[in-house]
């Protein structure tokens, strides 16, 4: 079934994404959000979430963070490599070999900041007083939903 098919006739479409559930699923679910003028429908691979709008007491939107836990590890790491290096440069007698391998945790961890920089993602917590339902793209579109809740509901 298609996302749209759970879409009642009265009912006013007022955004759609592509996105992922992160919880409450054990594993990470992609799907569509729809955001009607009177309710949140999530359909994906293992079955349609129906959430109504008067039903959530608590949302949270935040933007993608550059400065996530994955990019401070990784520029945590590369500054380690960059002192290796040093030290290494420093004690010149030391072998060409062991040279090189200084130089691997500065790399390594140019990489993890790089990984973490790609992997930033918009975030959206829906909370019930039944779950809590987390949400994430890295479509700008998810902005719009919460936007649109936040309209339906007041």
Not at 20 to 42: E, H, K, N, Y
């Amino acid at each position: 079934m298609e996302a749209q098919e759970y879409i009642r006739p009265e009912e006013t479409n007022l955004v759609e994404t592509d996105i992922r559930q992160t919880s409450p699923t054990a594993f990470d679910d992609r799907g569509t959000l729809i955001c009607t003028d009177s309710r949140l429908v999530f359909d994906s691979s293992n079955g349609v979430t129906d959430i109504r709008l008067d039903g959530i007491v608590e949302m949270q939107y935040s933007p993608p963070s550059y400065w996530n836990r994955t990019v401070l590890i990784g520029l945590l790491t590369a500054f380690v490599g960059i002192v290796f290096v040093m030290t290494a440069q420093i004690l010149s007698e030391l072998p060409n070999s062991v040279a090189g391998v200084s130089m691997l945790p500065l790399l390594i961890g140019l990489i993890i900041a790089g990984v973490g920089i790609f992997a930033a993602k918009n975030r959206l917590v829906v909370k019930t007083s039944q779950s809590t339902y987390r949400f994430s793209s890295s479509d700008k579109s998810l902005e719009h939903i919460a936007h649109a809740v936040r309209g339906s509901s007041t």
